[in-house]
């Protein structure tokens, strides 16, 4: 009954994410549930071990939450992952996976809705990504405009060589950084470029400090 009700309970947790997200739990050592999306299979079964080169063998190994892009070398199928490893009695006892599709497309440009329209902005033009009263919004140097994608999509679609995750509400570009200030809590402010600032939360300080190596 307990290994049935927690195969419900897994079974619930995929729902809540996108027909696009696939869904993985694992001990220390082997997957114990898996998920499919309608967008991307790994093909994984219970039972199978966790390889190397996963992002699940990544975060398992590191202890920490992971996100990043896993070549197709690794499993046949190219994926951006996030990875959080959870714990018992202080030791790992396995990690709970979200699997995304890998984006094709070429793509330099996020489309923003504005009260005249529809405004393409590059890359290079935005400063960062907010999501505020289950909108998001995107300010960049010449247009400010809602997009529908949400920050987790953004978070996995942009160049991870210039936007970073440092907040659960902010996506920042960090070649608009003007300045960064330790703040009262070990933590961090940004100051951008168009003297927005910008706060770096405490779980994502670390990964913030690693991405940008200071």
Not at 28 to 33: K, L, Q
Not at 128 to 135: A, G, M, V
Not at 160 to 185: A, M
Request: charged letters at 25%; glycine letters at 6%.
């Amino acid at each position: 009954m307990e290994k049935l009700t927690a195969y419900s309970l897994f079974d619930v947790i995929g729902e809540l994410f996108s027909e696009e997200i696939s869904f993985a739990v694992t001990n220390t050592e082997e997957y114990v549930f898996y998920r499919a999306s309608k967008r991307i299979n790994l093909k994984i079964s219970p039972g199978d071990p966790v390889k190397e080169g996963t992002i699940t063998h990544k975060a398992l190994h590191s202890g920490e939450k992971t996100s990043e892009f896993i070549s197709r070398d690794v499993l046949g199928v190219p994926y951006h992952g996030i990875a959080v490893p959870f714990y018992e009695e202080g030791k790992i006892a396995g990690c709970i996976t979200a699997i995304y599709p890998a984006l094709t497309e070429a793509r330099s440009v996020v489309t923003l809705k504005t009260q005249d329209g529809w405004v393409p902005v590059t890359y290079e033009e935005i400063y960062y990504i907010e999501s505020k009263n289950r909108r998001t919004y995107v300010t960049s140097s010449t247009h400010t405009g809602t997009n529908k994608n949400t920050l987790q999509e953004f978070e996995f679609s942009l160049p991870k060589d210039s936007f970073i995750r440092c907040h659960r509400s902010y996506i920042v570009n960090v070649k608009q950084i003007k300045e960064i200030y330790l703040d009262t809590h070990s933590t961090f402010v940004l100051s951008m470029r168009d003297g927005q600032l910008i706060p770096v939360s405490q779980s994502y300080s670390s990964y913030f400090r690693k991405m940008l190596g200071f």
